[in-house]
Every structure is written in C-alpha cells, then in structure tokens.
C-alpha cells in the first residue's frame, strides 16, 4: 500500500522549510518510526519518520527543494521489502546518483553511505568519503559533515587529477575554490558556503531590529562574590537534593524576573502602534549551536526555583546541540538574557530579539581592584549590559532596571525575601 510522505505542519510563524537531508533512498528497506528526512525551517530542524515498516518508493522533494506544511516529499511503500546494503540501495537508485556523480569511486571506497549532498559537496571539493568523519545514522556521511569537515581545514590528496580536470563543469563566476587542492606557500584560498536557512533569519531578524529600533544599551557592573560564595557552599547538597549542577544563569534568571515584575515596561512588547503589557515573565536564553543562535523560552519564571530553571536550561542545551530543539520551545518571550561571558566576552552590545523590547547582556568574570569602604580589594567583577528599544523604555527605567537586578546578585537573599 502506498502511504504520501508529507512535511510536517509548521505553525503560522513559519511560512516553509527547506529539506536538509535524506536519511533513507528508494528502494532502502526502512523501519517504523526510523528517521527518513530532516526538514529545516527558519526556527529549527524538524525530524519526518517511517510510518510503517517498508520501502521509500519515490522521493518527489530533493534535497535542497522548498517545502510547504504538509506538502508531500515521497512516496512510501507499507511493507514492500527492500535492501539494506548500501550498494543494492545505490543500485536501485541510480537515477539520484546518477545526478550526483559520473563514476565508480564510491565503490572503491567501500561501503560508505552519503547523502546525495553529501556526495556532490564531497566530489566538488574532491574529498574522499574515508577521510570523512560521519555522525549520520548508520554511519551515513551527511551534508553537515563535510561542511564540518572544510572547515576543519582537511583535505584529501585528489585521485585521478585528469579524469576529475576532464569531467569538471566548466567554472562558474564566484564559484568556490577546491580546498583540497595542493596549497603553494603565500597562496590565497577562500571558500563559499551557503548560509543555512537558520543562520539567513538570525541575520534578518538582528538586521531589522538595529533598522526598526531606538535602540540604546546601558551599563553596570556587578559583585559575583556573594553568588559565588553562596554557590560554593551549597553547590553539593544542591546537586545531590535536585541531581543538576547549581549555575549563575538561574541567578540572573531570577534576579531579572524580579525587575521584570517592578518594571513593566521593559517586560513589554511593541505592536504596531500598540504597547503590550504581559503579565507573566518568559525569558528566553540564548544558547549557541553548531547550525546558529536559538532562543528557547523559560515559562513563567516567576513561578521557578533555581533547580527547575537549571534542569530545563541544561535540558535546552543538550536539545539544542542535538538540533531537537522544537518550534514550541523557541515561541514567545518577553524578555531574554544571553551569555557571551561563557565565551571570553568582557563587555559587548546585545542586539534586541525583536518583538521584546530589551536584553540583558551578562560577561566574563574577572577579578578586579575596586574601592570597598575606602579599601582596595580584588572583587570578582561582571559588567552587566542592558540593551533596549528607547521607543517603549526612557533611560531612567532602564538605568533602574539593570540597578535592581545588580543589587539582588549582590544581596541574594533580597530576591527570597523580596525586597
């Protein structure tokens, strides 16, 4: 029985994706539930599985091909039996890799599998599959794999220079360079590589927001030794009690949860014309992945302990790296906080996530001289940064805003009393 592969149902934030990787090819025996495509939207990358036990008949969106919710990407066959060796699988489809490549070099390298764009991306840079490090299911080399692999900076010595020099299409204006060929000394090489869907809308986005903005930050600096201390007491029995290591962010999460609810406005949002108050604190916390910066979103953090804001940070982290990260996870928000201290950043400007209208900036600890009491001591120190849109927030707010959140870090025990 035939079944219609289809894309998943994006929400109405995203309008399409783009299909990354097939992970199975025509003819591939596959099992329920076992991942066959990825699909890459603006926000996140989204996993479409096997219904049932059977066979991929038809595959009727290349990789690369735009896609809209629920339109169909293959046609599957329920229960038809297909093969599992990677030659029959190429075999069967030979027309796909036909398209891809012209000779027999795959066979000589054994039985290594590459995806379609894997395998062009590899024969245009004259890479070999061997020298490859492949993290893809069933040890399938993928198209990540060999942008990782070029950027690394390995090269493969080219095979059969003049049968690859004969069948090279002829060179196109601005192509990339072959970074596998012999390198003279002084010589200058460059390399292109398309931006991923998700790296085109964080620059869209950080681009708008500088464009339709006041935007102006604000600075302070704030004493980590009382956290510090109180970390260092209590980290183990923390640990032991909720089974999560006990960090800084789930401080400053609450600290600027607290800010938050005295000061509305920099809670806020702009749209339109219309100011929009939320009730409720969301901070979303940026966190750094292999494919771009991504946002999830903390639920209503005024309702958090540190432990709760700890796991469901740690648990972002690890989905975030595993690009299993979801839509639902990065929706929404009013305020977000973002780390470039982790790092090595001492000072900087973060950008406004738009529809929110500020930013906290946290940075590098370091101990510095500073004057306590008409005394010098060498203080454990952070430079705080607030960023926001001047439209929705005056000056003073902000200013008292990034005070408040510097005396709760360095009173901690204002934020369980609160005061």
């Known amino acids: 029985?035939?079944?219609?592969?289809?894309?998943?149902?994006?929400?109405?934030?995203?309008?399409?994706?783009?299909?990354?990787?097939?992970?199975?090819?025509?003819?591939?025996?596959?099992?329920?539930?076992?991942?066959?495509?990825?699909?890459?939207t603006d926000k996140v990358v989204l996993e479409v599985v096997a219904?049932?036990?059977?066979?991929?008949?038809?595959?009727?969106?290349?990789?690369?091909?735009?896609?809209?919710?629920d339109e169909v990407l293959?046609?599957?066959?329920?229960?038809?039996?297909?093969?599992?060796?990677?030659?029959?699988?190429?075999?069967?489809?030979?027309?796909?890799s036909s398209a891809e490549e012209d000779d027999s070099s795959d066979t000589a390298e054994g039985d290594i599998i590459m995806s379609p764009a894997a395998r062009k991306m590899a024969s245009e840079n004259d890479i070999a599959a061997k020298d490859i490090t492949a993290t893809g299911k069933d040890g399938r080399v993928t198209k990540e794999d060999v942008v990782n692999h070029l950027k690394n900076g390995k090269t493969a010595a080219p095979s059969?220079?003049?049968?690859?020099?004969?069948?090279?299409?002829?060179?196109?204006?601005?192509?990339?360079?072959?970074?596998?060929?012999?390198m003279e000394q002084g010589e200058r090489v460059e390399k292109r590589v398309p931006m991923t869907r998700l790296r085109a809308t964080?620059?869209?986005?950080?681009?708008?927001?500088?464009?339709?903005?006041?935007?102006?930050?604000?600075?302070?600096?704030?004493?980590?030794?009382?956290?510090?201390?109180?970390?260092?007491k209590y980290k183990d029995d923390f640990a032991k009690a909720h089974d999560v290591k006990l960090g800084f962010m789930s401080f400053f999460v609450k600290a600027a949860t607290e800010a938050l609810k005295r000061f509305p406005s920099v809670n806020a949002s702009i749209d339109g014309n219309d100011m929009v108050y939320h009730g409720y604190q969301d901070i979303g916390v940026a966190v750094?992945?292999?494919?771009?910066?991504?946002?999830?979103?903390?639920?209503?953090?005024d309702g958090m302990g540190l432990a709760k804001i700890e796991s469901t940070i740690a648990d972002f982290g690890k989905r975030g790296r595993e690009g299993k990260l979801g839509i639902d996870d990065m929706q929404g928000g009013t305020f977000t906080i973002t780390n470039g201290g982790i790092f090595g950043s001492l000072m900087s400007t973060p950008i406004l996530n738009p529809p929110q209208t500020a930013i906290l900036g946290m940075h590098k600890i370091q101990d510095r001289p500073m004057a306590v009491n008409g005394k010098v001591e060498i203080l454990p120190m952070m430079y705080l940064a607030v960023s926001y849109d001047h439209r929705m927030i005056d000056g003073k707010e902000a200013v008292q805003f990034l005070v408040t959140i510097k005396e709760l870090l360095e009173d901690p025990a204002r934020m369980l009393l609160d005061i």
Do not use: C
């Not at 149902?9 to 783009?18: C, K, L, M, N």
């Not at 219904?51 to 009727?60: E, F, M, R, S, T």
């Not at 990677?86 to 069967?92: E, F, L, M, P, V």
């Not at 620059?203 to 009382?226: F, G, H, I, S």
């Open 74 to 96: 293959a046609i599957f066959e329920d229960g038809a039996k297909g093969s599992t060796d990677s030659s029959d699988s190429s075999d069967s489809s030979a027309s796909e």
């Open 160 to 182: 059969a220079p003049a049968k690859e020099e004969a069948k090279a299409p002829a060179p196109k204006p601005a192509a990339k360079v072959p970074v596998s060929e012999p």
């Open 1 to 40: 029985m035939s079944i219609e592969i289809k894309a998943p149902t994006f929400p109405e934030s995203v309008a399409d994706g783009t299909v990354a990787t097939w992970h199975k090819k025509p003819g591939e025996a596959v099992q329920r539930d076992e991942l066959i495509v990825d699909i890459e």
């Open 288 to 301: 750094s992945t292999e494919r771009g910066l991504v946002v999830p979103v903390l639920r209503d953090t």
């Open 202 to 232: 964080i620059a869209r986005r950080l681009v708008d927001a500088q464009q339709t903005a006041a935007m102006l930050t604000t600075y302070n600096e704030v004493n980590m030794k009382p956290v510090m201390d109180l970390r260092a």
């Open 51 to 69: 219904p049932a036990d059977g066979v991929i008949g038809k595959v009727l969106k290349e990789e690369g091909d735009v896609v809209l919710s």
